[in-house]
């Protein structure tokens, strides 16, 4: 379980690098490209906060299983 959670953050990490990276290299204005990558860099926050949220509610579930 600690493996995948590693595994899981690696790939999310590389993948908002990787977008930001390509956003940076496209013919767009500056402040274009900005408002983009805040945009994305956002969506992701939201997303990563969202699969913690149930990470904690799964790891709770199984606590209080464990606690019957």
């Known amino acids: 379980m600690k493996n995948t959670g590693i595994i899981i953050t690696s790939l999310l990490g590389g ?3 990787g977008s930001a990276l390509t956003m940076l290299f496209t013919p767009q204005s500056g ?7 805040k945009d994305f860099i956002n969506d992701e926050i939201d997303k990563m ?13 199984a606590r209080c299983k464990c606690e019957h």
């Open 15 to 17: 993948l908002i690098v």
């Open 49 to 61: 906060k969202n699969q913690v949220d149930k990470v904690h509610e799964q790891i709770e579930e």
């Open 31 to 37: 402040p274009e490209t900005r408002k983009q990558i």
